[in-house]
């Protein structure tokens, strides 16, 4: 085959030369990487370039390994974006080229050929290559060194990037390809040569989640081979089977249970591996067993051997890169490696917003990793972990010398870690512990002064419990005051974890922080004048944070003018590109619901800047260059979810700035963008709109309501749930405002919203009380239209509404149901009991003309169904439920 594909084509001398040249050029530190790009892209268009590039790889042997590797390299890159465009016979002439590659005596080649193979597989599949099973069969079955180790190699990248290629069946096979390698895998298990031990074994393991037939059958087989291999020479093996462990723990427990007390054993000491990528393998198996199946006991009788383990490794190592970092202060300018990227989660309209608002990528090492374990081990067995782990904090508290600075650190990162599930246990002691931190906040060493923050706001919730109670004020102070002095560190790492932990402090504080509402706001406007970038973003979240909390406390000149003016400079300082806009963008958010109207004095120049930014997105996402800036989705998501806040604190205050903008036509857009985030904010000012100005949505009102509408379909709903959440409350919103004129999509949206409610199970809770909220506001508006139809959606209805606490949306929801069942009275009956159930539900209905209506209500089918039926309705109800209908007269 590979003579028959050579026979037909033959690289030109003088292309060949070209094209070498070039790639020299191309890997030369020095050259002009623009230029030699263009010229790549001219060649690219030629119908052979990708036989020149294989043929370099396989046969220029006169020039440099680096050369061929580059040709090898590029040609991967081309095949992914040009694969399909390719002659068949072009096609056959480069997998002919590549498969006696796989043997060939360089290790670079050999590599290089397994990913474009790999590649090429993705791409056109097992079943377009038969010849290459062949071949990787030939090659294993080979004792040749390089043949078997390009094969594997080539069959290890496979595994990782497509393993269920491997297990399909294939047309002339008699067997799918993993059932032909799985015997070879496991006897590679064995082989002299680390390197056929490392990836036959990293290969297997890329099947233990899928689990084929193969790999089922062999699982005996495959157990002892991890055993043999436990004790191996090469640390990329050992963690390999490390990982083998904890994958199977994850997903196929019940495989390791005969021999748990084997893998625990060897799991503890690999735990102390001396290559701190095994141990940190190892360490994984604690949090993965205890997240899954197994019972706790088995693991319980390790716990005083467990612990001390992860103790050691939660001390920081010597080449950890924190220890470096710690040593610059304030006065090293960032770099742009230390801003993290940051995630703002599109404004969500209910109970439980599903968006992640971790914005933090850290590095995962093994000090981390023990102190998640001993954090789940503690939630895991609670206050049985005690009496192990408390003398070996006490001990390295008790280590005060400068050189063992780390290990009470460590000793600190304990306490943290343990803060939740320990808490009964360390309950009575709180007291003192906290009184031993406090102090540590000014310790000399600044790891110890930043853990210190963090270990105190994990026991915030108890710090601010104990304010009424013996000394329990004056603690909460010396907290405060200590977090705030360390928001002033002049190490930046201190400065970030003093943020984070005031931040964490203020949320549970609330209100209590107003009287020390004036030292808190000199102390982070303070900061404000010597942070750089990256900590900024950080305070500008504990300044958000803090206007959320004590809210319309912060609205008092005083306050005002020592907060506003320099955010208000920063906000014009930055640039319509700059993305330390976001985290402004979204203290502006926090501080104008704070504010309410008395944001009004500022609010013209940040409406009109989010107007600005919105547009020039818009219009860059279309024509960059025009616009002068990169098109980003964040500045259109933060700029109208800081309008939403901005309408929820202005309230009809905000009616002058949307009159004299194009804000409606812009709304309108963003509704109809196909970025899901855009959508759910844009949807949630359009809720927020509808409340306080919906004169001006009046004149695209129809073109809203039928955006909105299409939302609520089942496959939007399946593709962006927190859109369609957002999209069905704007809806009920608008039906509120505008009456009657809702009335052309109430049928559209009802049989959107029914589907929602009949299939309620695994359904995210915020989307079945809005959309019940949604019908009732309907019914409300327009029951003649809703009536005719109440006995298909009344029973899933009257179920949801049982579930959503009491407040003015739930009471607009029932004014709907009463509406119903005045026009449609005889289609509810058969469903009385469901009505009962949820008018139960309520605990306080705080309008007394909804308390008259539901009385009328079921008093009229009280007369209806007669003494007998209605007593035998009643008894369908358990007593409580029976015990609040009485306050409705029944």
Not at 168 to 189: H, K, T, Y
Not at 253 to 277: C, G, M, T, W
Not at 813 to 819: D, E
């Amino acid at each position: 085959m590979a003579a028959e594909a050579t026979a037909l084509w033959q690289p030109r001398e003088e292309g060949l030369r070209e094209i070498c040249g070039l790639l020299e050029q191309h890997i030369s530190p020095n050259s002009d990487q623009s230029r030699i790009w263009q010229q790549l892209q001219h060649y690219n268009q030629l119908p052979d370039f990708n036989n020149y590039l294989v043929f370099i790889l396989a046969h220029a042997e006169g020039k440099s390994l680096e050369v061929r590797q580059a040709a090898g390299l590029l040609l991967k890159n081309n095949l992914r974006a040009t694969f399909s465009s390719l002659s068949s016979s072009y096609r056959q002439y480069i997998k002919s080229e590549l498969l006696p590659c796989l043997g060939a005596s360089d290790r670079t080649i050999r590599s290089t050929v397994g990913t474009i193979i790999s590649v090429l597989v993705q791409l056109d599949r097992v079943a377009g290559w038969p010849e290459l099973l062949q071949v990787l069969a030939r090659c294993l079955a080979s004792n040749d060194f390089n043949h078997m180790e390009g094969a594997m190699d080539a069959i290890y990248k496979i595994c990782e990037d497509v393993p269920e290629e491997l297990d399909v069946d294939v047309p002339g096979l008699s067997e799918r390809p993993i059932n032909i390698f799985m015997p070879r895998l496991l006897q590679f298990f064995q082989s002299p040569h680390a390197i056929l031990r490392k990836l036959s074994l990293g290969s297997i393991n890329q099947f233990i989640v899928v689990m084929p037939a193969a790999l089922f059958m062999s699982m005996d087989q495959y157990l002892q081979g991890l055993f043999h291999l436990a004790k191996d020479p090469s640390a990329e093996v050992r963690k390999l089977v490390c990982s083998a462990f904890v994958q199977l723990i994850e997903v196929r427990p019940s495989f390791l249970e005969p021999h748990l007390r084997n893998v625990i054993e060897y799991l503890l000491q690999a735990n102390k591996d001396p290559d701190d990528e095994v141990s940190l393998e190892a360490c994984e198996f604690w949090s993965a067993y205890c997240d899954g199946t197994l019972p706790p006991d088995s693991l319980r009788e390790y716990l005083p051997r467990l612990i001390p383990v992860l103790m050691l490794n939660m001390a920081y190592a010597d080449d950890d890169e924190t220890l470096f970092d710690a040593e610059e202060d304030e006065s090293f300018p960032d770099r742009d490696q230390d801003l993290k990227p940051r995630f703002h989660s599109s404004r969500f309209h209910g109970s439980d917003n599903m968006e992640d608002d971790e914005d933090t990528v850290n590095t995962w090492n093994l000090r981390k990793c023990s102190a998640a374990g001993l954090d789940i081990l503690s939630n895991v067995f609670g206050d049985e972990i005690l009496p192990t782990l408390m003398p070996l904090i006490q001990q390295k508290l008790s280590a005060t010398s400068d050189s063992n600075w780390k290990e009470r650190e460590a000793a600190v990162l304990a306490i943290g870690a343990i803060a939740e599930g320990c808490i009964n246990g360390l309950y009575p002691h709180l007291p003192e512990i906290i009184a031993f931190l406090i102090p540590l906040l000014d310790d000399k060493f600044p790891l110890i002064r930043s853990i210190t923050c963090w270990t105190l706001s994990r026991f915030s919730k108890f710090i601010v419990q104990s304010i009424g109670h013996k000394d329990g004020y004056e603690q909460f102070d010396k907290v405060l005051t200590g977090l705030l002095r360390r928001i002033l560190d002049t190490n930046k790492r201190v400065q970030e974890a003093a943020c984070s932990a005031f931040a964490t402090l203020e949320e549970e504080a609330a209100d209590e922080l107003a009287p020390r509402l004036e030292i808190i706001l000199h102390h982070l406007l303070c900061a404000y004048g010597k942070y750089q970038r990256r900590n900024l973003r950080i305070l500008y979240d504990a300044i958000g944070t803090l206007a959320d909390a004590v809210g319309s406390e912060l609205n008092q000149p005083k306050y005002l003018d020592i907060l506003m003016p320099p955010l208000i400079t920063k906000w014009q300082q930055l640039s319509n590109s700059d993305k330390d806009l976001f985290p402004l963008l979204e203290c502006f958010t926090s501080i104008s619901q704070a504010l309410g109207p008395g944001f009004s004095q500022f609010a013209e120049p940040v409406y009109q800047r989010c107007i600005g930014l919105i547009q020039i997105q818009l219009l860059a996402k279309v024509d960059h260059v025009t616009a002068g800036v990169q098109y980003d989705k964040e500045f259109i998501v933060c700029s109208l979810d800081l309008l939403s806040g901005l309408a929820e604190g202005l309230g009809g205050g905000i009616e002058s700035l949307v009159a004299k903008s194009n804000l409606r036509d812009l709304l309108l857009q963003c509704c109809m963008d196909q970025i899901a985030d855009i959508r759910q904010s844009a949807f949630a000012l359009l809720g927020d709109l509808a409340r306080v100005c919906p004169a001006h949505l009046h004149p695209r009102l129809a073109d809203f309501l039928s955006v909105a509408a299409e939302q609520l379909s089942a496959a939007a709903v399946k593709e962006a749930v927190s859109v369609a959440n957002n999209a069905c409350w704007a809806i009920g919103e608008l039906a509120v405002q505008v009456h009657q004129e809702i009335a052309p999509v109430v049928l559209a949206v009802i049989s959107c919203l029914v589907p929602i409610l009949q299939n309620a199970e695994g359904l995210n809770k915020s989307l079945l009380e809005n959309s019940a909220i949604t019908l009732g506001r309907l019914a409300w508006v327009c029951p003649e239209l809703m009536a005719p139809h109440v006995e298909h959606f009344i029973q899933s209805w009257c179920t949801t509404l049982c579930i959503i606490r009491d407040d003015y949306e739930k009471e607009d929801a029932f004014r709907g149901l009463c509406a119903i069942v005045r026009v449609n009275p005889s289609g509810v009956v058969s469903s009385l009991a469901y009505l009962c159930k949820a008018v139960a539900s309520w605990h306080e209905i705080r309008s007394q003309d909804l308390h008259n209506e539901i009385c009328q209500v079921l008093n009229g089918y009280k007369q209806m169904l007669g003494d007998g039926a209605w007593k035998q309705c009643m008894s369908t109800l358990d007593p409580q439920a029976v015990q609040r209908l009485s306050r409705f007269g029944v």
